[in-house]
């Protein structure tokens, strides 16, 4: 084979390779992927597949977040009931490097995008189980909700596929986030709950934290 050959032959199987990589860059896109999930999620029958999927996949989650979804750590949030657009996009993003966490961000990469669809799946079919052992709700909690909170999560906490569920996390989890989000941490700091929060005293936010832990 001549130089020019071989030149020629490396540039074609350089440029196969560049348009291999981009197609499926472009097939794992967020807008692509969150397509698919509604797509699954629409069919009852693929839907109970990938739920079933889910459950062998999440092997690795039960250990904090427990096989039940409810987490077995006061620090570490509910999965249970948690909408699962919402929970897929988060995987997406710790998956991508946009979320950080010392341990998110190494499980997400390493299942593939159905796996992930599959998990948030799986999770959001669970029940939350309110803890027992954690501070009675404070009636200021509840004037705070309905005055700054609603609009989003809900009247019942419940959220949609944008916003979290936050009715039932545990109460060490929402009062430690909200908390971050009022000293600006780098991983809160491009949230809206950045500012919701900036006029409310720490009491204010305990009380806020008890009155959600409580709701069911």
């Given amino acids: 084979m001549t130089l020019l050959k071989i030149i020629m032959t490396a540039a074609l199987l350089s440029t196969l390779a560049d348009t291999a990589a981009a197609a499926e860059s472009a097939a794992d896109s967020p807008d692509v992927l969150l397509d698919r ?111 700054l909170c609603f609009a989003c999560h809900g009247d019942r906490g419940h959220g949609d596929q944008q916003y979290p569920r936050i009715a039932g996390q545990p109460f060490s989890f929402l009062h430690t986030t909200l908390m971050n989000f009022k000293a600006g941490k780098s991983s809160r700091r491009n949230s809206p709950m950045t500012a919701i929060v900036q006029n409310l005293s ?15």
């Fill in 37 to 147: 999930f509604q797509t699954l999620q629409a069919d009852p029958h693929q839907a109970s597949l990938m739920t079933e999927k889910g459950r062998e996949r999440a092997q690795f989650c039960f250990r904090c977040h427990g096989e039940d979804g409810n987490s077995r750590r006061d620090y570490v949030p509910n999965l249970a009931s948690q909408n699962p657009a919402y929970l897929f996009n988060q995987f997406e993003k710790f998956a991508s490097g946009e979320r950080e966490n010392f341990v998110m961000s190494r499980l997400a990469p390493s299942l593939s995008a159905d796996e992930r669809i599959a998990v948030a799946m799986y999770f959001s079919a669970l029940p939350v189980t309110v803890r027992t052992e954690q501070p009675a709700a404070e009636l200021r909690g509840m004037h705070i909700y309905q005055a």
């Fill in 202 to 216: 720490d009491e204010d936010l305990k009380a806020v934290a008890t009155w959600v832990a409580n709701m069911p």
